[in-house]
């Protein structure tokens, strides 16, 4: 009978086997994880919070600082879109994606046991809850606020590159890391799946 979470399996005579399509990996608790998740998150809105305070104090109505020999700017704007400042034209349809996210992730943490996974879903949740509480507490407030975005590579104001923010680079590292550990075959459980060899394969074909 196997379990949920685990890369073993136990017989009728009661001794245990590894799975035929998984093999060992590090596992940690469902509370060690979770607590990773909502860690790495309160980070995130912490850190996109004070940056965009910063920005809207300091760069709002001057003019663009130039770094890394304009390589990025750091410019002002208020976004009406979603990450990297795109779908202007349906921004009351954010905050019920940000939530649909949220509640997805809280289901998921349940039997979360994997660290690199708590770690991507909470860049997730952070970045989604980040530009969340500019869409409500920002003008014009109820779920249609602006988000304030700053960074911008390559020219100011998003001129060759989506201008974006703390919230949008934690979201975007965060579904490319869990893209990354979907192709390596890491479970959200702790469990990593088997890939065949070749020598495998060529077995089964025989």
Same mark, same amino acid.
């Given at each position: 009978?196997?379990?949920?979470?685990?890369?073993?399996?136990?017989?009728?005579?009661?001794?245990?086997?590894?799975?035929?399509?998984?093999?060992?990996?590090?596992?940690? +608790?469902?509370?060690?994880? !979770?607590?990773?998740? /909502? #860690?790495? $998150? @309160?980070?995130?809105?912490?850190?996109?919070? =004070?940056? %965009?305070?910063?920005?809207?104090?300091?760069?709002?109505?001057?003019?663009?600082?130039?770094?890394?020999?304009?390589?990025?700017?750091?410019?002002?704007?208020?976004?009406?879109?979603?990450?990297?400042?795109?779908? +202007?034209?349906?921004?009351? !349809?954010?905050?019920? /994606? #940000?939530? $649909? @996210?949220?509640?997805?992730?809280?289901?998921? =943490?349940? %039997?979360?046991?994997?660290?690199?996974?708590?770690?991507?879903?909470?860049?997730?949740?952070?970045?989604?809850?980040?530009?969340?509480?500019?869409?409500?507490?920002?003008?014009?407030?109820?779920?249609?606020?602006?988000?304030?975005?700053?960074?911008?590579?390559?020219?100011?104001?998003?001129?060759?590159?989506?201008?974006?923010?703390?919230?949008?680079?934690?979201?975007?590292?965060?579904?490319?890391?869990?893209?990354?550990?979907?192709?390596?075959?890491?479970?959200?459980?702790?469990?990593?799946?088997?890939?065949?060899?070749?020598?495998?394969?060529?077995?089964?074909?025989?």
């Amino acid at each position: 009978m196997s379990e949920l979470g685990s890369v073993a399996v136990s017989d009728d005579e009661g001794e245990t086997r590894p799975l035929p399509d998984a093999v060992p990996a590090t596992a940690i +608790s469902v509370r060690r994880a !979770v607590l990773t998740l /909502i #860690a790495v $998150a @309160v980070v995130i809105i912490g850190l996109d919070a =004070a940056t %965009k305070e910063w920005a809207t104090n300091t760069l709002e109505g001057a003019d663009p600082v130039r770094l890394l020999g304009g390589l990025v700017y750091f410019s002002f704007t208020r976004n009406s879109g979603a990450a990297w400042s795109m779908g +202007s034209n349906y921004t009351y !349809v954010f905050p019920f /994606i #940000a939530f $649909a @996210v949220a509640a997805w992730i809280g289901w998921t =943490a349940r %039997k979360l046991r994997s660290l690199p996974w708590a770690i991507a879903l909470g860049l997730v949740l952070g970045g989604a809850l980040g530009n969340l509480v500019d869409r409500v507490f920002r003008y014009p407030g109820g779920i249609s606020g602006h988000v304030v975005d700053f960074i911008s590579l390559f020219g100011p104001y998003g001129q060759r590159f989506p201008i974006f923010n703390i919230a949008d680079m934690a979201l975007s590292f965060g579904v490319c890391l869990a893209i990354l550990l979907e192709f390596t075959g890491r479970q959200r459980d702790g469990s990593r799946l088997r890939r065949e060899t070749k020598e495998e394969q060529r077995e089964e074909t025989r």
